[in-house]
């Protein structure tokens, strides 16, 4: 089964999908100099990658929570505009994200035990896949990515309470911890399916979407809603102040 999944790999072509057009939002994206990241090789051929976001002012950990489990089901009408949440979370370099499997409780949404499916991009770097949501809660989640039953690593999100806010930090492992054959799956994951320029995107593209919460949650958090529909009137960035 391992041998057939690594050839698999080898074989298998990298996404190749149609992006969607830009939204235009009326707050800009942070710098990633703003926040800081580190990548590193492991010893198995694993990818840890580390991120402290840029602090999330007036946003709880109960807010991140909310946002994320509510994130693949809801959407906003900013003006006369009605976008899917994942459209605001990016406004450039996220196509779609969906419930494969739902939670354990059968909430809808995120949570524990859900399966998550998304369609994104960090630059020229086409990205798509699937994970298992392990844990879920206001301290933070835990997703680990999935393909034909196996995990391949895990990425842990972090959300702790500040005197002014939220502090955000998350660390990845990617890649199989597998004796023997891990190693060489790492190897086709670093060489083809995740290479370095695609990690410095990556690390680009999530420090642009964390935060920008600081744009739109604590708004969004308070809107005025029907069911998983929420409206926002966001004309000028000197409304989000």
């Given at each position: 089964m391992i041998i057939l999944l690594i050839i698999g790999f080898l074989l298998k072509p990298m996404p190749n999908f149609e992006h969607s057009s830009p939204r235009e939002l009326p707050w800009?994206?942070?710098?990633?100099?703003?926040?800081?990241?580190?990548?590193?090789?492991?010893?198995?051929?694993?990818?840890?990658?580390?991120?402290?976001?840029?602090?999330?002012?007036?946003?709880?950990?109960?807010?991140?929570?909310?946002?994320?489990?509510?994130?693949?089901?809801?959407?906003?009408?900013?003006?006369?505009t009605t976008l899917p949440w994942y459209h605001i979370f990016h406004p450039?370099?996220?196509?779609?994200?969906?419930?494969?499997?739902?939670?354990?409780?059968?909430?809808?949404?995120?949570?524990?035990?859900?399966?998550?499916?998304?369609?994104?991009?960090?630059?020229?770097?086409?990205?798509?896949?699937?994970?298992?949501?392990?844990?879920?809660?206001?301290?933070?989640?835990?997703?680990?990515?999935?393909?034909?039953?196996?995990?391949?690593g895990q990425i842990e999100h972090s959300f702790i309470q500040t005197n002014k806010g939220s502090q955000y930090t998350v660390k990845s492992l990617i890649g199989s911890d597998l004796p023997v054959l891990g190693p060489i799956i790492n190897l086709v994951i670093r060489y083809k399916m995740f290479p370095e320029p695609m990690i410095k995107q990556w690390l680009r593209h999530q420090v642009e979407e964390v935060g920008s919460l600081n744009s739109f949650l604590p708004q969004l958090?308070?809107?005025?809603?029907?069911?998983?529909?929420?409206?926002?009137q966001l004309s000028t960035q000197a409304e989000l102040n």
């Amino acid at each position: 089964m391992i041998i057939l999944l690594i050839i698999g790999f080898l074989l298998k072509p990298m996404p190749n999908f149609e992006h969607s057009s830009p939204r235009e939002l009326p707050w800009a994206l942070p710098d990633i100099n703003q926040a800081y990241t580190n990548y590193q090789y492991l010893d198995n051929g694993q990818i840890l990658i580390e991120i402290t976001h840029v602090p999330l002012i007036n946003i709880t950990p109960k807010m991140l929570a909310w946002f994320y489990q509510n994130l693949p089901i809801s959407t906003v009408q900013i003006d006369q505009t009605t976008l899917p949440w994942y459209h605001i979370f990016h406004p450039s370099e996220h196509g779609v994200i969906s419930v494969v499997e739902p939670a354990t409780n059968n909430l809808p949404g995120m949570g524990i035990g859900a399966l998550i499916q998304r369609k994104e991009w960090f630059g020229d770097f086409n990205s798509q896949g699937a994970g298992r949501i392990i844990n879920f809660s206001e301290q933070g989640m835990t997703i680990k990515p999935e393909l034909a039953g196996l995990y391949f690593g895990q990425i842990e999100h972090s959300f702790i309470q500040t005197n002014k806010g939220s502090q955000y930090t998350v660390k990845s492992l990617i890649g199989s911890d597998l004796p023997v054959l891990g190693p060489i799956i790492n190897l086709v994951i670093r060489y083809k399916m995740f290479p370095e320029p695609m990690i410095k995107q990556w690390l680009r593209h999530q420090v642009e979407e964390v935060g920008s919460l600081n744009s739109f949650l604590p708004q969004l958090y308070g809107a005025k809603h029907n069911e998983h529909h929420y409206r926002l009137q966001l004309s000028t960035q000197a409304e989000l102040n």
